[in-house]
């Protein structure tokens, strides 16, 4: 009995630190900010690192991982796009993608399911589009509040980022299944 309790602390202890490094890995996907001319929301890899935070850790961590990185950048801390923090950039041309950040990570992890070495590859793939996908709907309707019309929110919020984001859903997708067998090896019961 002793030992189920030192690997459930364990467990514990190892689920807590991977949560609390993809909030980190998230905020540090910041610091790669390119401006796009069309749009006021730049071009990052923080939605790579959301992705892979649900496929790696599962729905529930993931999308732990996500909220503690909106709430530090909620905070003040400099963690948004641009080294930029505070709660003001939720209602910028920016707030509709970081909402959907935390809907992305919920999403993805839905869908890949708990990790595991056995997922099938299509449904990990189908997950890290789907993760992308889901963080253009607040979006581009934030944008749309704030442009006034879908054509322009479309321009400035979607057809800029659907190439980078089909490269890093792709690099998500291959880097998804070895992430899942390790996390399930160390924060799983098997």
């Given at each position: 009995m002793a030992d189920t309790g030192k690997t459930s602390k364990r467990r514990t202890i190892m689920?807590?630190?991977?949560?609390?490094?993809?909030?980190?890995?998230?905020?540090?996907?910041?610091?790669?900010?390119?401006?796009?001319?069309?749009?006021?929301?730049?071009?990052?890899?923080?939605?790579?690192?959301?992705v892979l935070a649900g496929l790696a850790l599962g729905p529930a961590r993931g999308s732990a991982a996500t909220a503690l990185y909106l709430l530090a950048g909620a905070l003040g801390l400099p963690v948004f796009a641009g080294a930029a923090g505070g709660i003001a950039h939720f209602a910028g041309p920016t707030g509709g993608f970081l909402i959907g950040y935390f809907f992305a990570a919920l999403g993805a992890g839905l869908i890949a399911g708990r990790p595991s070495a056995e997922t099938a590859f299509p449904r990990i793939a189908a997950a890290s589009a789907a993760g992308f996908l889901i963080v253009y709907v607040p979006g581009v309707f934030r944008l749309y509040l704030l442009l006034g019309n879908w054509p322009?929110?479309?321009?400035a919020g979607l057809f800029p980022f659907l190439i980078g984001d089909a490269v890093k859903a792709v690099i998500a997708a291959l880097i998804a299944p070895r992430m899942r067998r390790i996390m399930a090896d160390h924060l799983f019961d098997l």
């Amino acid at each position: 009995m002793a030992d189920t309790g030192k690997t459930s602390k364990r467990r514990t202890i190892m689920g807590v630190t991977m949560t609390s490094l993809f909030a980190a890995l998230i905020a540090g996907g910041a610091f790669v900010s390119v401006p796009l001319p069309v749009s006021p929301v730049p071009m990052v890899l923080q939605n790579l690192f959301i992705v892979l935070a649900g496929l790696a850790l599962g729905p529930a961590r993931g999308s732990a991982a996500t909220a503690l990185y909106l709430l530090a950048g909620a905070l003040g801390l400099p963690v948004f796009a641009g080294a930029a923090g505070g709660i003001a950039h939720f209602a910028g041309p920016t707030g509709g993608f970081l909402i959907g950040y935390f809907f992305a990570a919920l999403g993805a992890g839905l869908i890949a399911g708990r990790p595991s070495a056995e997922t099938a590859f299509p449904r990990i793939a189908a997950a890290s589009a789907a993760g992308f996908l889901i963080v253009y709907v607040p979006g581009v309707f934030r944008l749309y509040l704030l442009l006034g019309n879908w054509p322009a929110a479309f321009a400035a919020g979607l057809f800029p980022f659907l190439i980078g984001d089909a490269v890093k859903a792709v690099i998500a997708a291959l880097i998804a299944p070895r992430m899942r067998r390790i996390m399930a090896d160390h924060l799983f019961d098997l």
